[in-house]
T-cell receptor, first 113, second 116 residues
Framework: QKEVEQNSGPLSVPEGAIASLNCTYSDRGSQSFFWYRQYSGKSPELIMFIYSNGDKEDGRFTAQLNKASQYVSLLIRDSQPSDSATYLCAVRGWGGGADGLTFGKGTHLIIQP | GAVVSQHPSWVICKSGTSVKIECRSLDFQATTMFWYRQFPKQSLMLMATSNEGSKATYEQGVEKDKFLINHASLTLSTLTVTSAHPEDSSFYIC????????????FGPGTRLLVL
């Protein structure tokens, strides 16, 4: 049974600071790792994905992957109030696009103005 | 962009009735479509994987006779909740992968179902 664990929060970060979100996963066979943002009552929006160990940067967002530790993180630089949302970590196995995603429960992030 | 729509966006029905939810990829052909369910304060749970012209693959614990999936074309998948009961009340979200870009799942806006 694949499991994805996240701290539910809320995580409160002052505006302009760096928000750090963490995720661990149980299945060592997981190949692809995703971060989604979900506003209340809405469906998830993809922020970024990562496949390889190390860092991947996209604008204010940096995803970090450590497969040995089965750990994924998302850093949000220069946090804005509009970043306040629930952040979902998701993983996928060997099947690639044919496989659905296994999601964590999400971390509720609050950016304080 | 890749746009996925769902219809209806919300539905209220009486216990025992059936409800059909449509998921459409508007500007691309979807290799695969997925159906998820999300209860309040919970994560998205994959219910089934759907490919055009073939039977859906259901996740463990999801009743295929209760949640009927029809993937009639490369742009349309439907989920029918048969004989709905209050415990089926949830947020149902579909997603689709695009031919040639199978790494990314594009999510629809979701359908909120309330069974009275």
């Amino acid at each position: 049974q694949k499991e994805v664990e996240q701290n539910s929060g809320p995580l409160s970060v002052p505006e302009g600071a760096i928000a750090s979100l963490n995720c661990t996963y149980s299945d060592r066979g997981s190949q692809s790792f995703f971060w989604y943002r979900q506003y209340s009552g809405k469906s998830p929006e993809l922020i970024m994905f990562i496949y390889s160990n190390g860092d991947k940067e996209d604008g204010r967002f940096t995803a970090q992957l450590n497969k040995a530790s089965q750990y994924v993180s998302l850093l949000i630089r220069d946090s804005q109030p509009s970043d306040s949302a629930t952040y979902l970590c998701a993983v996928r196995g060997w099947g690639g696009g044919a496989d659905g995603l296994t999601f964590g429960k999400g971390t509720h992030l609050i950016i304080q103005p | 962009g890749a746009v996925v729509s769902q219809h209806p966006s919300w539905v209220i029905c009486k216990s025992g009735t059936s409800v059909k939810i449509e998921c459409r990829s508007l500007d691309f052909q979807a290799t695969t479509m997925f159906w998820y369910r999300q209860f309040p304060k919970q994560s998205l749970m994959l219910m089934a994987t759907s490919n055009e012209g073939s039977k859906a693959t259901y996740e463990q614990g999801v009743e295929k006779d209760k949640f009927l999936i029809n993937h009639a074309s490369l742009t349309l998948s439907t989920l029918t909740v048969t004989s709905a009961h209050p415990e089926d009340s949830s947020f149902y979200i579909c997603s689709a992968t695009r031919q040639g870009q199978q790494e990314t799942q594009y999510f629809g806006p979701g359908t909120r179902l309330l069974v009275l």
